[in-house]
């Protein structure tokens, strides 16, 4: 058996400092790095690694509990750390990580998700579970490091989860290296991982899994003008789908660009008006409010247009993960609508933003758009597809879920 691969290093901690409330910061500064000092050090040494904790730590702890009360019982247990740490076990400090990771995230607190999630991948090194994780969360603060971290994170828990014979684990971390590859830019390798993982959701009679899969590989198709394949595989994830399942919108959203990659503007704006203050997550009604300007202002909808690219600003403009495309859709509305200020500047902000996270797609996607704006070259027209065309019944198929499609809470489990 190959040898798993390792862990990346561990980062500074200091990036963790992101709440502005001094008493969280300081507490999770200080139960981060014990967590990460206590995962590094041999089993034998552990016991001698720390002093009982003084008042101050104690005062610190307290402080933090009583500013953000979801964040008291897992800072009781990452306390442990220094009290018993010959005793505390690494996959109870995972699950408190994890809580940490939790409420950072719903609180749009990035840096401390990722530290956390980190965290619990060095705690539990062994659970494939926490490596995917940790691959999930660095990739998607973006820039080449923690990219480069991302690859590492999914590598090792793939690793670990085909020794441990976890196949639902093995998938994630599949579907998850395939999403890094296609953020490189290297989409061969993006399009070979979700071929892989669907084939080993279909293997398994997994089928929510095989259309996470399929969809990732529709969408890396759109995006790279394969329009057969694209078709073929939405309607292939639309299949495997629950009716009511939380990845509709983001269906919904990639099926929409692929319309309006192809001109269809009216059916593209059919399908998503008013499916943004139904979805769930900022980044996702971000990137459906800026598809949704983009085929507004396609169809000659000004009310849709400037309704849209309102909302969709401002999202952009506090969510940086889903700024880079949401600001190259406003850049192509704004094009529509003859707007050539308005579109150099939202693709401008669209280039920064990529290459802040080095996002090679949409690096390529703003270049083009600046150069299309610099040279005052208008969009192609619109066109509607003809009914019996492959792209509108998958239109007309997905129309149809959305008509029966429900938002369910926001499970817990491992987003990819």
């Known amino acids: 058996m190959s ?92 699950a408190a990580c994890d809580q940490v990771y939790e409420w950072a995230e719903r609180g749009g607190l990035h840096a401390v998700a990722t530290h956390f999630a980190e965290a619990s991948a060095y705690a539990s090194p062994e659970n494939p579970r926490w490596a995917v994780r940790a691959g999930y969360l660095t990739r998607t603060a973006g820039g080449r490091e923690m990219l480069t971290r991302s690859e590492a994170w999914h590598s090792r828990a793939y690793a670990l989860a085909v020794q441990q014979r976890d196949r639902e684990m093995a998938i994630r971390a599949l579907t998850g290296a395939g999403a890094l590859m296609k953020d490189r830019g290297e989409y061969g390798k993006a399009r070979a991982f979700y071929r892989q993982a669907a084939r080993r959701a279909v293997r398994t009679g997994r089928k929510r899994r095989a259309a996470v899969a399929l969809h990732f590989s529709f969408a890396l198709a759109a995006e790279t003008g394969h329009l ?40 593209a704006l059919r399908l998503v008006a008013g499916l943004a203050e139904r979805a769930d997550g900022i980044a996702a009604r ?93 969009p192609p027209p619109p066109s509607e597809p003809a009914p019996d065309a492959p792209i509108a019944v998958l239109a007309r198929r997905l129309a149809a879920r959305l008509r029966r499609w429900r938002r369910h809470k926001r499970s817990v489990g491992v987003k990819l």
């Open 3 to 94: 040898a798993t691969p390792p862990a990346p290093l561990e980062r500074p901690a200091f990036s963790v400092l992101e709440s502005r409330d001094d008493a969280i910061d300081l507490a999770l500064w200080q139960v981060l790095r014990d967590v990460l000092m206590w995962a590094k050090t041999p089993a034998e040494y552990r016991v001698r690694l720390f002093r009982a904790p003084g008042d101050a730590v104690r005062e610190r702890l307290r402080a933090a509990g009583d500013a953000a009360p979801l964040l008291a019982d897992p800072l009781a247990v990452l306390a442990r750390v220094r009290m018993l740490p010959g005793q505390v076990a690494g996959e109870r400090l995972a």
């Open 228 to 267: 057969r394949i694209a078709v073929r595989d939405a309607g292939a994830a639309l299949r495997n789908y629950p009716v009511h399942d939380e990845r509709i919108p983001a269906l919904t959203h990639d099926v929409a660009y692929l319309l309006v990659r192809n001109h269809h503007y009216a059916t």
């Open 286 to 378: 971000g990137m459906l409010y800026g598809i949704t300007a983009r085929a507004a202002a396609g169809a000659g909808n000004e009310a849709s247009y400037a309704a849209a690219s309102e909302a969709a600003l401002d999202v952009a403009r506090i969510n940086e993960e889903c700024a880079g495309a949401v600001f190259a859709n406003l850049a192509e509305a704004a094009r529509f609508m003859g707007h050539w200020e308005a579109a150099a500047g939202h693709a401008g902000r669209a280039l920064a933003v990529a290459r802040r996270r080095a996002d090679a797609e949409v690096e390529r996607l703003a270049t083009v758009l600046l150069g299309q704006v610099k040279r005052r070259e208008a």
